[in-house]
């Protein structure tokens, strides 16, 4: 498609978007690009620019009424690569106003050279306004917009009513009911707040208050308008009395002490004394404290804190509404300061001895020891994990003898919880001719032994060959009969039974799990492909589109971005897939405190002769589905596990790994139901219905049918030098 072309077809479709908001009511006056007869009362302008982190500039503050938007996006506001942003505002998000769906898309190219207004009306709260294009996540902000001034000085006209039985004396028989109304002829009223005595605090009202207390009582009220004027205060006098009775029967008293012991019952820091009365009669009606022998008696209406450090005694009365009162009682106990915590982390260190070569590597094996101390609350557990893999309990020194770069990370938590930040040693080991390297058929450091997907619960340990078990049963090798599996499983179970790996229990149950597997079957698991096994042969069957690059790494992984940033993907273009299970293990490598941010794509069209082909990392992001790859707790709402635009996963579902540890990625898909698993959890679930859009809505989405392919290509994401993502056994299995 020309240049033209594509402009043409950009104002076609932002003609269309502003077509269909005006029609549908959801622009306030006119469609983007268009002035409205009527001016607006403000005007608030948005630009950006070559930056995909930032709008160039953007206001933070509006009031209330109509408004004029302007979004540009050109080259005068900085803008020399033609790159599309969008001005979004949120109406997904209960904690934001959702009255203003504004979604305006501008590029230089476009029919209005990239600058673009809409008429609409704020009302107070706060706007969350975003770009919606991926990779675009961190351009955001919020506007808050406060009430318009207006012309209404005048107050609420407030009043009150009270009703209730009254006695010769005028006084409320047993209660009185308070009713208060306001009145405003301007802005109208916004509330009406009430406080009981002179000292009272102020409390919104939304109902007649009923007062039953015995005695003299004052009601204090005013009323605020929606302009902000607040009426002078006003006070309603009245008495209630109890009704006739022969009740001679003071009330029942007790009063608990509650609050955090030390060994000695006194109470750490603070204790709360809880009083309670009950009155069969006429009822109680008031309840008094005082604290310490001489201390004045006060209304009790909460707990009663005490903080300050020593012995006290609190006592407690109350009277019911016939004026008995019971005798005074009184509660004794100590406060005193808590120990000092302890919020120190352990101090740990970590050597690696061995004899080395003239190079420094360590010949045949290195032994890496770790120490930890604690001053205070003492060390309780110290952990490693070789590798990038998960950590496990450090009980003795670590002996790493397989050939190859290696890095231990270790910590130690004490017994207060506080953990120490992780520490890494790195270190080679270099053939020595004495031990070789360990012949593992496949490279498997999960947690547990799982067959298939039946988790047995058992550790999967290092056997004697420096294999972990999972690697020897080789659950996703293709395998032509289950019968040929079981045996094979038993064969393994057989002798790590005789060397003491496992014991009796743990053989039956790794056993069971391969029947209950049904690997083998026919119908059941086909065995899984690689498609990238680390090597350079591997890795040449992979193309590279847009932006960005992925480096060949010399323990078998890739990284993005970390010889050249940009959007951009790798994808495999040998064949489609329909239904699938995907696994793969990747790593956050980000330098400093970032964070990787990439994604999968998956079922997407040949990115070459494309309507998208100027931009054929675009394919992916338009047709296909981005499950998404993103551990940070700021930026893009998308997190790890997000299936992108339009499922979120929120960070607590995504079950966030410490930075530089490899994460094992499971993504199935089965018609239009996606599965994705993080190191063995199910973290998101997502049916890829028909009506599905991008959530917020794109300008440039192209529609439900897009949305609906049965099978496509693979692909990874690269974003720049910052989000930078390693990955590493990649295999595919068709189901």
């Given amino acids: 498609m020309t240049s033209v072309r594509r402009r043409r077809a950009r104002h076609l479709w932002t003609a269309l978007l502003a077509s269909v908001l005006l029609l549908l009511g959801l622009t306030s006056t006119a469609a983007y690009g268009r002035a409205d007869d009527t001016k607006a009362a403000q005007v608030l302008t948005w630009t950006a620019g070559d930056d995909i982190t930032k709008y160039v500039s953007a206001p933070l503050t509006a009031v209330a009424g109509a408004t004029t938007i302007v979004f540009e996006n050109s080259a005068a506001t ?73 012309e209404d000085t ?226 309780d557990k110290v952990e490693y994990s070789l590798d990038g893999g998960p950590y496990l309990a450090y009980t003795a020194p670590v002996l790493v003898d397989r050939v190859g770069a290696h890095s231990v990370a270790y910590r130690a938590t004490d017994k207060a919880g506080n953990t120490s930040t992780a520490k890494t040693v790195t270190f080679t080991v270099a053939s020595g001719g004495g031990v070789p390297a360990p012949n593992c058929a496949e490279f498997d450091e999960r947690l547990t032994v799982i067959v298939g997907t039946v988790d047995t619960g058992i550790p999967n340990r290092v056997t004697n060959n420096r294999c972990r078990i999972n690697e020897l049963i080789e659950d996703e090798k293709e395998w032509t009969s289950q019968a040929l599996f079981l045996k094979h499983v038993k064969t393994v179970t057989d002798k790590l039974l005789k060397e003491g790996v496992i014991d009796q229990r743990e053989y039956n149950k790794i056993n069971k799990a391969a029947k209950q597997s049904g690997i083998g079957k026919p119908g059941q698991q086909t065995g899984y492909r690689t498609i990238f096994d680390g090597t350079a042969g591997s890795l040449a069957k992979w193309e590279h589109v847009g932006g960005g690059s992925f480096a060949l790494n010399g323990d078998g992984s890739m990284t993005s971005g970390t010889t050249k940033g940009g959007l951009g993907m790798l994808w495999f273009p040998e064949r489609t897939y329909g239904d699938f299970s995907l696994k793969l293990q990747w790593r956050d490598d980000a330098p400093g405190s970032g964070n990787a941010n990439s994604g999968v794509f998956v079922r997407f069209p ?15 992001i338009k047709y296909g589905h981005e499950v998404q790859v993103f551990d940070s707790p700021t930026g893009d709402m998308y997190k790890t596990g997000s299936i992108y635009g339009f499922d979120r996963v929120g960070l607590a579902g995504a079950g966030v790994t410490q930075k530089g540890t490899w994460n094992d990625y499971e993504i199935r898909v089965v018609d239009q139901h996606y599965q994705i698993f993080r190191n063995g959890v199910l973290i998101n679930e997502f049916d890829n219905t028909g009506g599905q859009v991008f959530e917020p809505p794109r300008s440039d989405d192209p529609g439900t049918d897009g949305r609906r392919f049965a099978s496509g290509y693979l692909g990874l994401q690269v974003h720049s030098t910052t989000d930078v993502v390693s990955y590493r056994d990649i295999r595919i299995q068709e189901l």
């Avoid at 230089?108 to 770009?131: I, M, N, Q």
């Avoid at 040949?606 to 992916?620: I, K, L, N």
């Fill in 606 to 620: 040949q990115v070459h002769d494309h309507p998208e082909e100027s931009r054929p990392e675009w394919v992916a």
């Fill in 78 to 150: 900085g803008n020399t690569t033609g790159m599309p942003h969008t001005l979004t505002f949120d109406v997904s998000d209960p904690e934001y106003n959702n009255d203003v769906p504004l979604n305006i898309l501008a590029n230089p190219f476009d029919a209005e050279g990239g600058k673009h207004t809409a008429e609409v009306v704020l009302t107070p709260g706060r706007y969350r306004f975003h770009c919606t294009i991926p990779g675009h996540g961190s351009m955001q902000g919020i506007l808050v917009v406060s009430e318009g001034t207006g």
């Fill in 154 to 379: 005048t107050a609420p006209d407030a009043s009150a009513k009270v009703e209730g039985q009254k006695n010769a004396d005028g006084a409320y028989v047993g209660s009185a009911s308070v009713t208060l109304s306001a009145t405003d002829e301007g802005s109208g009223v916004d509330r009406i707040e009430y406080a009981l005595g002179a000292d009272g605090a102020w409390q919104p009202y939304t109902a007649p208050l009923v007062v039953d207390q015995v005695g003299e009582h004052a009601v204090r009220y005013r009323a605020t308008d929606k302009a902000g004027n607040t009426s002078a205060e006003k006070t309603e006098r009245f008495t209630v009395v109890a009704p006739p009775t022969d009740d001679t029967t003071p009330p029942e008293t007790s009063a608990t002490v509650s609050g955090e012991k030390d060994d000695q019952g006194r109470y750490l820091d603070m204790a709360t004394v809880t009083v309670t009365a009950s009155d069969t009669g006429s009822g109680v009606n008031t309840i008094e404290y005082a604290i310490g022998d001489t201390g004045a008696w006060q209304a009790y209406t909460a707990p009663v804190m005490v903080h300050a450090v020593g012995t006290h005694k609190v006592r407690y009365r109350a009277t019911d509404k016939a004026g008995n009162q019971a005798a005074e009682k009184s509660v004794e106990f100590t406060v005193v300061t808590p120990p000092v915590q302890d919020k120190t982390p352990p101090e740990t260190s970590a050597t690696v001895t061995g004899d080395k070569n003239s190079a420094g590597a360590y010949i045949s094996s290195a032994k890496v020891t770790v120490t930890a101390t604690d001053a205070g609350s003492g060390v």
